[in-house]
C-alpha cells in the first residue's frame, strides 16, 4: 500500500505542529514531525554529557538506545528506550543545540528510515523543513507554511511562557528565531525552502482554523477518515 502523504514544511514559528495534530486527528491519520526526532536526539546528546557537534558520539547513541516513534491521530512523540523526554524537548537548551543534530548529514541520513518507517495504513501528515523536498519527495500534497518574523516570534515566546515557564523578551526571542531561520536556510544538507510544487500559506494573519480550512481543500476526500476528536 502506498503512503497516502501530506506534507507541511516551514521555518520555525509558523504552526507546523499545531496544524499537523489538528490535520491528522481531523482527517484520521497519523502525525509525523521531524523536528522531533531531532530533538529528542539532541535532548539525548545533552543528557549523556556528549560535547556537540561530535558526530560518532551521536550516531553511537542512535545505535545504542531504541528510538520508537508513536504516530497516531493528533499525537506524535519519541520514545527513547520506552521514556517519553515530554516539553523539555521544547526548552530553549535543546533549541539552542539542535542545530548540531539537524545540519549533520550522516545523522540526518541515519534517521532516515526511521522517518520513512511509518504504516501505510493511515494518511500521515508530516511536518518538519525537508518533508516535501527530501523526506517524502513524492507526496501528493505539500504545503510551505510561513508567516512574518515578527508574529512567529511573538507566538514562541508564548509557548515558552506558557509550555515551559521560560519568560524571555521578545526581542531576545526573536533574534533566536532569526537565528534559526539562518542556520536552517543555510545549511548544506536539507536546507529549508519551498518545494517546487508545494502551496505557501501564510499564517501572520490566520487562525488555526483558517490555516486548517485552506489546508483541508487539498486533502483527496478519500483520505478523510473522519476526527478522531484528539487534538492533543
Not at 507541511?8 to 486527528?25: I, T
Not at 511509518?118 to 516535501?132: F, H, S
Not at 539562518?182 to 490566520?206: C, N
Amino acid at each position: 500500500m502506498d503512503l497516502q502523504i501530506a506534507t507541511l514544511d516551514g521555518p520555525a514559528g509558523c504552526g507546523k505542529s499545531s496544524v499537523a495534530r489538528r490535520l491528522s486527528a481531523r482527517i484520521g491519520g497519523r502525525m509525523f514531525s521531524s523536528g522531533r526526532v531531532y530533538r529528542t536526539l539532541t535532548w539525548l546528546a545533552l543528557e549523556r554529557g556528549v560535547a556537540l557537534p561530535d558526530e560518532e558520539a551521536v550516531l553511537a547513541l542512535i545505535e545504542e538506545h531504541r528510538l520508537e516513534i508513536v504516530a497516531e491521530p493528533g499525537l506524535f512523540r519519541v520514545e527513547v528506550d520506552g521514556f517519553d523526554p515530554g516539553v523539555v524537548l521544547d526548552s530553549t537548551r535543546v533549541t539552542g543545540e539542535i542545530h548540531h543534530i539537524s545540519n549533520d548529514a550522516a545523522v540526518r541520513r541515519a534517521v532516515l528510515p526511521m522517518q520513512r518507517g511509518l504504516p501505510a495504513d493511515l494518511p500521515v501528515v508530516a511536518e518538519g523543513r525537508d518533508m516535501g523536498t527530501v523526506v517524502f519527495p513524492d507526496a501528493q500534497v505539500k504545503i510551505f507554511l510561513t508567516a512574518s518574523i515578527e508574529e512567529r516570534a511573538r507566538r514562541r515566546q508564548a509557548e515558552l511562557r506558557d509550555r515551559l515557564a521560560e519568560d524571555l523578551p521578545l526581542e531576545q526571542v526573536q533574534e533566536q528565531v532569526a537565528l534559526r531561520d539562518a542556520l536552517d536556510e543555510e545549511r548544506d544538507v536539507s536546507p529549508l525552502v519551498a518545494a517546487s510544487d508545494a502551496v505557501t500559506v501564510d499564517t501572520t494573519t490566520l487562525d488555526i482554523e483558517q490555516v486548517l480550512s485552506a489546508i483541508m481543500e487539498r486533502i483527496p476526500a478519500a483520505w478523510n477518515r473522519g476526527p478522531t476528536g484528539s487534538t492533543s
